[in-house]
């Protein structure tokens, strides 16, 4: 059984640690939501592939950590160093937004059951890159994106939420890209909330959300509320 109901200790706020390798949109969503207190929890570090990422700055240096894959021997290399660095802050969830790295087995066994990541697709559609583009070859009449937990496997994680939208006549890639992330912010905060509150279990591969069993992701509402 593996429990994903991490709770910070009494009195005190969820622990969130986030990988990011760009401007950090999803990040800033998770700053706003403490800042406005709808999200019981701290940002403790942020942790980047890229020394130039934005995303790093919306944090004080001390909670920085960010190197260059290229400094190191290998890829397991890297992530054994960012490791130590994460488990340093020692966070109660990991958060994957925006990180383009895929991430090693021993880095996803070593955080396993606090390790969640948002995908801008309807999980298991469209694993990987080019989402966006892929959706539309296909004519989905939807596309969405997807919070899941994650596992060795690219994108194979159990879904815990997803929020759609609606793929219109003549959509571009980039349209539909800014539709989607559009509802990755309220999405990812509100699978937060459900995780910080320790609302969810996994047991065996299946999720149990306030001890029922999850047969299906939650689906965001258009109050921004995670529904069955």
């Known amino acids: 059984m593996t429990s994903a109901g991490n709770t910070a200790s009494a009195g ?3 622990r969130i640690a986030v990988l990011a390798s760009g401007r950090g949109s999803n990040l800033q969503a998770i700053v706003d939501a403490i800042a406005a207190g709808t999200l019981d929890a701290e940002v403790v570090a942020v942790l980047s ?3 130039e990422a934005s995303a790093l700055q919306k944090v004080a240096p001390e909670r920085r950590w960010a190197r260059s894959p290229k400094d ?9 160093a960012m490791g130590d660095a994460l ?14 790295r895929i991430l090693g087995e021993a880095f996803v066994q070593r955080f396993a059951g606090r390790l969640v990541n948002i995908h801008p697709s309807l999980l298991p559609l469209y694993k990987g890159l080019h989402t966006h583009a ?6 989905d009449a939807e596309a969405g994106a997807s919070v899941h937990f994650v596992v060795p496997e690219l994108d194979a994680g159990t879904v815990l939420a ?3 939208v609606p793929v219109l ?3 571009t890639a980039e349209q539909l890209a800014q539709r ?5 912010h309220p999405l990812l905060i509100a699978s937060l909330q459900w995780l910080v509150a320790g609302r969810v279990t996994e047991r065996d591969g299946q999720l149990e959300v306030d001890g029922h069993p999850l047969f299906s992701p939650l689906r965001l509402d258009c109050a921004g509320q995670l529904a069955p």
């Open 72 to 80: 190191f021997a290998d890829r397991a290399a890297f992530d054994a």
């Open 169 to 171: 006549s003549g959509d």
């Open 12 to 14: 005190s706020r969820s």
């Open 134 to 139: 892929r959706a539309l070859e296909a004519g």
């Open 49 to 51: 592939d890229k020394p």
């Open 180 to 184: 989607v992330l559009a509802v990755e």
């Open 162 to 164: 997803q929020a759609r």
């Open 87 to 100: 488990a340093a802050f020692a966070p109660d969830w990991v958060v994957c937004a925006g990180y383009m």
